[in-house]
């Protein structure tokens, strides 16, 4: 019982927010979002995952890429 609550803290903390970034986008609730994703994966086999997994990504990649930084000297 104890790695499941290790495997869930693990996905919670490094998710990447995927489901309540995207919904912040769109004006929803994240649990919309998220319940979403799990209806279109299991309607299609788990395709919709793949697109999950490509949008964290996706969103991680850019916020590697544009962080704001306060001043010039934070480079």
């Given at each position: 019982m104890n790695?499941?609550?290790?495997?869930?803290?693990?996905?919670?903390?490094?998710?990447?927010?995927?489901?309540?970034?995207?919904?912040?986008?769109?004006?929803?609730?994240?649990?919309?979002?998220?319940?979403?994703?799990?209806?279109?994966?299991?309607?299609?086999?788990?395709?919709?995952?793949?697109?999950?997994?490509?949008?964290?990504?996706?969103?991680?990649?850019?916020?590697?890429?544009?962080?704001?930084?306060?001043?010039?000297?934070?480079?």
């Amino acid at each position: 019982m104890n790695w499941m609550h290790q495997l869930r803290y693990f996905f919670e903390k490094y998710g990447f927010e995927v489901s309540s970034r995207f919904a912040e986008r769109l004006g929803m609730k994240a649990k919309n979002v998220r319940l979403f994703f799990i209806y279109v994966s299991f309607a299609t086999f788990g395709a919709w995952f793949a697109v999950y997994l490509t949008l964290a990504l996706l969103l991680q990649l850019k916020d590697l890429i544009y962080t704001k930084r306060s001043s010039v000297y934070d480079l």
